[in-house]
C-alpha cells in the first residue's frame, strides 16, 4: 500500500477495481440461472441417493492385483497379533476367574499326561504365531528407523523374517 501512494497509482488502481467490479456485477446478473427447488419425502431423497449409488463405477478389486509378500505379512501379522491377544486374556480371565480347577498345578498335570505328539503340535500351534510377530515387529522397528523402505529391502525383510520365524519356532518347540 505504501508503494502505491509513493509512485502515486493509488487512484489509477482504485479506478481500475471499481470499473471490474462494475462488469463482474453485470455478468452475474445476465448470466444467473433460476433453479426449482421442491420439497421432498425422506423416501424419495433415499430413493435417489441410492439410485445414483448404483450408476456410480466401482473401485477395483483386490483380485485384479497380483499378490504380493507385503500383504501376505501385514495379514498375517495381524491375524498373528490378534490371536496372542486373544490367548493372553483367554488364559488370563480364566486364572483369575477359575482359580481352582485353572491353575498352574492343574495345567502342568494335564499337559504332562498328554502324548508327545500333541505337545509337539500344541506347541508349534503356540511358537509359531509367537516367533512370527515378533521378528515381524524387528521389521517394522526397522522400517521406523528407515531402514528396508525399498521395494528390493522389503521383500528381503520379509524373506529373513520367515526364516528367522522357521528357526526359532522349532527353536521354541524342541526346547
Do not use: C
Amino acid at each position: 500500500m505504501l508503494a502505491t501512494r509513493a509512485v502515486g497509482l493509488g487512484p489509477a488502481l482504485r479506478r481500475s477495481a471499481l470499473a471490474q467490479t462494475g462488469r463482474a456485477a453485470a455478468r452475474n446478473v445476465a448470466s444467473k440461472r433460476f433453479v426449482q427447488i421442491q420439497s421432498l419425502k425422506p423416501s424419495a431423497t433415499e430413493g435417489i441417493l441410492n439410485e445414483q449409488r448404483l450408476r456410480r463405477p466401482n473401485s477395483p478389486h483386490m483380485t485384479i492385483y497380483q499378490p504380493q509378500l507385503t500383504w501376505y505379512s501385514s495379514i498375517a501379522n495381524r491375524i498373528t497379533g490378534v490371536g496372542l491377544s486373544v490367548l493372553l486374556y483367554g488364559f488370563s480371565l480364566g486364572y483369575l476367574f477359575l482359580p481352582g480347577t485353572f491353575d498352574s498345578a492343574h495345567i502342568v498335570d494335564f499337559v504332562a499326561g498328554l502324548p508327545d505328539a500333541v505337545k509337539y503340535a500344541g506347541k508349534t500351534i503356540l511358537a509359531l504365531p509367537f516367533a512370527y510377530h515378533g521378528w515381524n515387529g524387528v521389521r517394522h522397528l526397522g522400517w521406523d528407523m528407515g531402514k528396508f523402505l525399498t521395494l528390493k529391502n522389503s521383500y528381503r525383510a520379509g524373506y529373513a523374517v520367515l526364516a528367522a520365524t522357521g528357526v526359532s519356532t522349532i527353536a521354541l518347540v524342541l526346547l
